[in-house]
Antibody
């Protein structure tokens, strides 16, 4: 069975860094795009960007370019979403997902508050 | 990037009603579109893929149609468990994009 298992909820202060993860099993990790989706409180879904693990080709939604970093560690079938300096407006639920599929992670709640 | 315009943004309906949600793409996307249902606090669940194919395990009251720039999701007879928010998602271009969502309320 395909599974995308995300890391747990995080609470950080503004200006801090954070890296959340999505570990994949049940399919060949390097041969499918994988992406990250943001959902701010009470709002809709926004696709942030996607990465092709085999060659690290990354496509960012222009709204998120320069705000986050998407990466993978192919040795452990894991995708990452990283912030170098969090803002309060980064408070949201974040999902990993394989585009054009039904495979989603369970979500990671990120709370940024002083 | 391809924009998806979803309508309506919300609707009120009753159990047994027929419900139709529309998604319009800013340029042609063939049939590279899926429909998702999301309930509060949960990950979205795909209902329809390739515009009109029913995801395994999804009740047959859900159906999708369209190609190119115009797509619809229809719920033939609304059930209590269908009250949720629905999103279209295109994957014709990278990165994918979502519609704004339609909240189906009692």
């Amino acid at each position: 069975d395909v599974q995308l298992v995300q890391s747990g909820a995080e609470v950080r202060k503004p200006g801090e860094s954070l890296k959340i993860s999505c570990q994949v099993s049940g399919y060949s990790f390097t041969t499918y795009w994988i992406g990250w989706v943001r959902q701010m409180p009470g709002k809709g879904l926004e696709w942030m960007g996607s990465i092709f693990p085999r060659n690290s080709d990354i496509r960012y939604n222009p709204s998120f370019q320069g705000q986050v970093i998407i990466s993978t560690d192919n040795s452990i079938n894991t995708a990452y979403l990283q912030w170098n300096s969090l803002k309060a407006s980064d408070t949201a639920m974040y999902f990993c997902a394989r585009p054009a599929s039904s495979f989603w992670g369970q979500g990671t709640q990120v709370t940024v508050s002083s | 990037d391809i924009q998806l315009t979803q309508s309506p943004s919300s609707l009120s309906a009753s159990v047994g009603d027929r419900v139709t949600i529309t998604c319009r793409a800013s340029q042609g996307i063939s049939n590279d579109l899926g429909w998702f249902q999301q309930k509060p606090g949960k990950a979205p669940k795909r209902l329809i893929y390739a515009a009109s194919s029913l995801q395994r395990g999804v009740p047959s009251r859900f159906s999708g149609s369209g190609s190119g720039t115009e797509f619809t999701l229809t719920i033939s007879s609304l059930q209590p468990e269908d009250f949720a928010t629905y999103y279209c998602l295109q994957h014709n271009s990278n990165p994918p994009t979502f519609g704004q969502g339609t909240k189906v309320e009692i």
